[in-house]
């Protein structure tokens, strides 16, 4: 399996502010590598696939960056309804694994 | 945009078995360009992928849970299911479905409501 690691774990901010997460995984990924978004009592919802590539609907103050073991996700001025978990998750081969998660908070 | 729905018991006893079935509306699950799939998060904690279908019944499934876990589709009814024996306190989780998009750029979306069920005697 390959492991996915996120850091921080927890990330303070304001609004307005731009944040940087990191995900790290065990091995070569290429591009493979998704973020998402899961906000309390919701299910998480796909934000960018395929290391950069946003997903529809998706404001583009969120943007995502890297290949092979390194990946970036980016938000720019943070907005209200951007303060939630995020996930990384690995789609390069199976046994899909994710990130353990980084909680923004205001 | 398709919409999944889960349900089945909130409540398993321990040694006993986990069924859970996930409706998909909007979309038929007969469709080459995607694949169906079942993910568990226990509360508080992170996301594990447990297994996927594929409308013709091809499946993969994780390791740590092969030995335990069927996916089945039933394509008439639109619908996938997942049962999981032997369960155990661990097993208590919010079970989600999902499609999944495959090709190029694998991803989980949508995802359904999700599904509590709590492992207890």
């Known amino acids: 399996d390959i492991q996915m690691t996120q850091s921080p774990s927890s990330l303070s901010a304001s609004v307005g502010d731009r944040v940087t997460i990191t995900c790290r995984a065990g091995?070569?990924?290429?591009?493979?590598l998704n973020w998402y978004q899961q906000k309390p009592g919701k299910a998480p919802t796909v934000l960018i696939f395929?290391?950069?590539r946003l997903q529809r609907g998706v404001p583009p103050r969120f943007s995502g960056s890297g290949s092979g073991t390194d990946f970036t996700l980016t938000i720019s001025n943070l907005q209200p309804e951007d303060f939630a978990t995020y996930f990384c998750q690995q789609s390069n081969s199976i046994p899909y694994t994710f990130g353990q998660g980084t909680k923004l908070e205001i | 945009q398709p919409q999944l729905q889960e349900w089945g018991p909130g409540l398993v006893k321990p040694s006993e078995t986990l069924s859970l079935t996930c409706t998909v509306s909007r979309d038929s699950i007969n469709t080459r360009s995607f694949y169906w799939g079942w993910i568990r998060q226990p509360p508080g904690k992170g996301l594990e992928w447990i297994g996927s279908i594929y409308y013709g019944g091809s499946t993969y499934y994780s390791p740590s849970l092969k030995s335990r876990v069927t996916i089945s589709v039933d394509t008439s009814a639109n619908q996938f299911s997942l049962t999981l024996t032997s369960v155990i306190a661990a097993d208590t989780a919010i079970y989600y479905c999902?499609?999944?998009?495959?090709?190029?750029?694998?991803?989980?979306?949508?995802w359904g409501q999700g599904a509590l069920v709590t492992v207890s005697s």
């Open positions: 395929g290391s950069s």
């Open positions: 999902a499609r999944i998009s495959f090709g190029q750029w694998d991803r989980f979306d949508p």
């Open positions: 091995q070569s990924i290429d591009s493979y």
